[in-house]
């Protein structure tokens, strides 16, 4: 299995700060991942696919980067409402994994 | 508008079963590649099973192969989850899940049902 290794765990920053997560695959997973966005009590929703493209209608202070094993989301000004968790997912094949996780708060 | 309404979740003891049910509305539902992806409560996302649009190739994680088995209707747009053998590990909210047809994107999902695996 392709394990995903997310971090940082959580993270505190202040309103407008830029804020990046990473996320490192255990093997080349060419293009093939996904970064979702998760607030309390609701389901996950996807912000970016591809590694790098935004989905429709997400706002675009939020972006991804990197390919083969190195991934990176980037929210370049955080706002009150970006308060969630975030998870990376790569899709290369199966089994379908997720990073751990970054829990994203506001100092 | 695309919905996914999960239900059959609740509690049951180690070495009972469940039978969950994603019913779905909005969308084709024979033409899509149907997801279970379940979380632990206050743990991460893990993916559990997929069926194809026509209701072949089943696939599973290892955590749960022998023990579930997913199906589905398509006449009555109804995805399965039939959980065997059940955990205390198994205790989640489990959520279908729709990907697009040109990427395994989860794009929609429902919003959950939580199965307990307790004595």
């Known amino acids: 299995d392709i394990q995903m290794t997310q971090s940082p765990s959580s993270l505190s920053a202040s309103v407008g700060d830029r804020v990046t997560i990473t996320c490192q695959a255990s093997?080349?997973?060419?293009?093939?991942l996904n970064w979702y966005q998760q607030k309390p009590g609701k389901a996950p929703k996807l912000l970016i696919y591809?590694?790098?493209n935004l989905e429709t209608g997400v706002p675009s202070r939020f972006s991804g980067s990197g390919s083969g094993t190195d991934f990176a989301f980037t929210i370049s000004s955080l706002q009150p409402e970006d308060i969630a968790t975030y998870y990376c997912?790569?899709?290369?094949?199966?089994?379908?994994?997720f990073g751990g996780g970054t829990k994203v708060e506001i100092k | 508008e695309v919905q996914l309404v999960e239900s059959g979740g609740g509690l049951v003891q180690p070495g009972g079963s469940l039978r969950l049910s994603c019913a779905a509305s909005?969308?084709?539902?024979?033409?899509?590649?149907m997801h279970w992806v379940r979380q632990a409560p206050g743990k991460g996302l893990v993916w559990v099973s997929r069926?194809?649009?026509?209701?072949?190739?089943?696939t599973y994680a290892d955590s749960v192969k022998g023990r579930f088995t997913i199906s589905r209707d398509n006449a009555e747009n109804t995805l399965y989850l039939q959980m065997n053998s059940l955990r205390a590990e198994d205790t989640a909210v489990y959520h279908c899940?729709?990907?697009?047809?040109?990427?395994?994107?989860?794009?929609?999902w429902g919003q959950g049902t939580l199965v307990t695996v307790s004595s």
């Open positions: 899940a729709r990907v697009r047809i040109s990427d395994s994107s989860f794009i929609y």
């Open positions: 909005g969308f084709t539902f024979s033409s899509y590649r």
């Open positions: 069926i194809n649009g026509d209701g072949s190739s089943p």
């Open positions: 093997q080349d997973i060419k293009k093939y």
């Open positions: 591809d590694a790098s």
């Open positions: 997912q790569q899709y290369y094949t199966l089994p379908l994994t």
